[in-house]
Nanobody, 116 residues
Framework: QVQLVESGGGSVQPGGSLRLSCAIS????????MSWYRQAPGKQRDLVAT???????IYTDSVKGRFTISRDVAKNTVSLQMNSLKPEDTAVYYC??????????WGQGTQVTVSS
C-alpha cells in the first residue's frame, strides 16, 4: 500500500520560510495529481496547492506568490516551499494524492506554526 509521509514542519516567525516534503513510499507515477492541504484549528481542511502530472500548478489565492509546489521524480517526493509566512498560515499541512486505483491517500500531517 502506498503511503505518504510529511516532514519539515515547525515553528517560525512571521516573514520566515519553511520547506515541507512529502515522501512517497511507492512510485510518484502512481499519482496523477499531488496536492498539499491544510487545516487550522476549528476549520475545514482546505486545498493549498496542486501539481498535476501534466500542466500548470494551481494555488489558492492566499498563498500565490509565496508558496511553490514541486515534484522530484528521482527522489519520489513532493515539496511545498513556503516563504513570507504569516500567522494565518498556521495549520496542520497534509500531503494528498489519488493513486492509480482511484484511492484517496493522505499523509499523517505536519504542524506549521507562524508566531512572533
Amino acid at each position: 500500500q502506498v503511503q505518504l509521509v510529511e516532514s519539515g514542519g515547525g515553528s517560525v516567525q512571521p516573514g520566515g520560510s519553511l520547506r515541507l516534503s512529502c515522501a512517497i513510499s511507492g512510485s510518484i507515477f502512481n499519482f496523477k495529481t499531488m496536492s498539499w492541504y491544510r487545516q487550522a484549528p476549528g476549520k475545514q481542511r482546505d486545498l493549498v496547492a496542486t501539481t498535476p502530472r501534466y500542466g500548470s500548478n494551481i494555488y489558492t489565492d492566499s498563498v500565490k506568490g509565496r508558496f511553490t509546489i514541486s515534484r522530484d521524480v528521482a527522489k519520489n517526493t513532493v515539496s511545498l516551499q513556503m516563504n513570507s509566512l504569516k500567522p494565518e498560515d498556521t495549520a496542520v499541512y497534509y500531503c494528498y494524492g489519488v493513486d492509480s486505483g482511484g484511492n484517496d491517500v493522505w499523509g499523517q500531517g505536519t504542524q506549521v506554526t507562524v508566531s512572533s
